[in-house]
């Protein structure tokens, strides 16, 4: 087994994310901003890593991903790759890197792949870029939409409440996911919209979809890997389960560390040379 978790260690690719689909097992996801955490989360047998642009919030302490520039999020990139063997990367592309125009989108999408080796791109948005996720594609380029509550637009949402409550903008989001399954992506996140509407976008499209916020009837599911593992205590929107206490538990390895210090008995004979 290697030390991964499971005993199929072949590589993730876009193209398994929908054979996995059609043969209707989930789809896991976390994301990762560093060679150690994506480590291990890939050997305990993750699907797929996002290296997302939420690295502006749990990294650099941003209160939107807005912020984020390429250069970071080719230097996040990389290092997740390079502790990577079984699954999925995908590269988030940050807000100002594909908006501009198709060209701009093609570039920074391939200077991406070429960069960090990632497996794919994923972009937020529906027909208001499909021409791009086509060209992209065209290029040779997995793309992961995303639909729903799109941080990058935060400032014209207003806030990060639910998505697609009202019939127009569920109508709007549900021909958005038709043209980008037509263009060609292979998976699309669906955030904080209702498990309703995430449902029938799964039934209609051939494109896998990761909820986040979701509800349990998309065809995986995603969380912010500091979110999932109890490291932001202050955090807790109502899709979110902690499956680990690492915040409170590192604070207490830390204060164990700082009296082991102050009282001398670290390091000890045997830890000295």
């Not at 699954?87 to 940050?94: E, G, K, N, S, T």
């Not at 793309?143 to 697609?164: D, E, N």
């Not at 051939?206 to 995986?220: L, R, Y």
């Not at 599911?221 to 593992?229: H, K, T």
Request: with cysteine; aromatic share 8%.
């Amino acid at each position: 087994m290697s030390g991964y978790l499971f005993s199929d260690n072949r590589k993730i690719t876009a193209k398994r994310f929908k054979e996995m689909k059609r043969q209707g097992e989930k789809i896991s996801m976390l994301t990762a901003y560093d060679y150690t955490t994506a480590g291990i989360i890939d050997r305990a047998g993750i699907d797929g890593i996002l290296v997302g642009d939420s690295a502006a919030n749990v990294m650099s302490g941003y209160a939107t991903t807005v912020p984020m520039s390429m250069e970071e999020m080719l230097y996040y990139g990389r290092n997740v790759v390079r502790g990577v063997k079984r699954a999925l990367v995908m590269f988030d592309m940050p807000f100002g890197s594909y908006q501009v125009s198709r060209e701009d989108g093609v570039r920074n999408a391939i200077r991406a792949m070429k960069f960090t080796e990632c497996d794919a791109v994923k972009m937020e948005g529906g027909q208001e870029i499909v021409d791009t996720v086509r060209a992209i594609i065209d290029a040779g380029i997995p793309v992961c939409a995303h639909l729903g509550l799109t941080p990058q637009s935060i400032h014209k949402f207003g806030g990060f409440s639910l998505r697609a409550q009202e019939e127009a903008e569920a109508e709007k989001l549900l021909n958005d996911a038709r043209l980008l399954d037509e263009a060609g992506c292979f998976a699309l996140v669906l955030e904080k919209v209702p498990a309703r509407l995430a449902a029938q976008v799964t039934r209609e499209v051939s494109m896998a979809t990761i909820g986040i916020g979701g509800g349990n009837s998309t065809d995986g599911q995603i969380l912010v890997w500091q979110d999932a593992m109890g490291m932001n205590d202050g955090f807790k929107p109502k899709f979110l389960r902690h499956f680990a206490h690492l915040g409170q538990a590192l604070t207490d390895g830390v204060g164990d560390y700082v009296r082991a210090v102050k009282d001398g008995s670290f390091p000890s004979e045997e830890e000295s040379y």
